[in-house]
């Protein structure tokens, strides 16, 4: 089906983008599977090339122009190489927006445009080892002394774990009131503030992935995000335009996914002719290609909706559980069909199963998006 809400100057940046992947990326990437981590001048070069934060105010070094489009252009050729260690999409999308979103003029000075010109990595701590999408149970806490608050607490699964240079801390600011949290932001090489260990995935192999520790980390007013009773209105703002980017990578892996297999079962002789062309098979492509097509209007959809400040948590949620869902179905039944050599990292396929299972995880899980979805319905 033809895209209609991409309009000429979109499909000019992608096809801008895609080389600048094609040429500074693919050759790195087995190598950066192998470390477990993306060197950072891969960040800086991503920065100078114009392809981190491109919304932000030229004043930080964006271009101004706030069209979602083109996050959603970056998600998608980046699924469509299976890279899963450079995940612009999180800097760009999902924490970059924060700052831009809550920040003070100073702060966006200070974090912001070293963010654009890729100078910083950002990271953003939710996630505790007994507190996943249950905010109000984090155990993370920061005292307020006046001229600087005192952080403690430990954050686990934090994708930009090692190489983040700006963390933005979540931690509840009065123990009475679950819902009073705070947004702080911790730079590398204050005093206090450790990195564990770079965690071991299934998937996302070259996406530093770690354990963050904060021993009376002294915090200044300064590194305050916004209200430091708000933060959680602020993080419940934020994740709906989150999980609209997790869809946007979703649909697009699930289509990368069934592009490979398609060739594939094409070539690959069984019985005498190619295995698509038995029933079955082509059935189950079929069925595979309209789910995929189907999905993409619904997120093209909700990508209009957030450009027109329209998209509500709840539609998100549909559109995060939904893709999520598609894609683990997807990469299933396409490692089926590529047999036995479906189970050999050396075709892509397999990379593409072992990066799939986590999206039905992360932001926010597919249990928590029916939550989310059905307590909408009353």
Known sequence: MKRI????????????????LQREVVPHTEAWERAGIVPRSAWRNAGQAGFLAMWADEEYG???IRDFRFDQVVAEELS??????????????????????????????????????????????????GAGSDLAGMTTRALDQGDHWVL?????????????????????????????????????GMAGFERGRKLDKLGHRSQDTAELFFRDVKVPVSNVLGDPRKGFSYLMEMLAPERLTEACISVASARAAFDVTLIYTKARNAFGQPIGDFQHNRFKLADMKTEIDVGQV???RCVMDFNAGELTAEIAAEAKLWTTELLWRVVDQCVQLFGGYGYMWEYPITRMFANAR??????????????IIGRSLG
Request: aromatic share 8%; hydrophobic share 40%; glycine share 8%.
């Open 298 to 300: 619904f997120v093209d």
């Open 62 to 64: 964006g271009t101004g």
């Open 358 to 371: 986590v999206h039905r995880v992360w932001a926010g899980s597919s249990e928590i998006m029916r939550e």
């Open 152 to 188: 403690n607490g430990t954050k686990t699964f934090i994708s930009n774990g090692i190489n983040g240079d700006v963390v933005i801390v979540a931690a509840k600011t009065d123990p009475s009131d679950p819902r009073r949290i705070g947004l702080f932001i911790i730079e590398a």
């Open 5 to 20: 809400h991409f309009a000429s100057e979109h499909e000019s940046f992608r096809n801008v983008f895609r080389e600048y």
């Open 80 to 129: 469509a190489i299976s890279e899963g260690g450079l995940v612009l999409p999180l800097q760009s999308s999902i924490v970059a927006p924060y700052l831009d979103r809550f920040g003070t003029r100073e702060q966006k000075k200070r974090w912001l445009a070293p963010a654009v010109s890729g100078e910083a990595v950002l990271a953003i701590a939710m996630t505790e080892p």
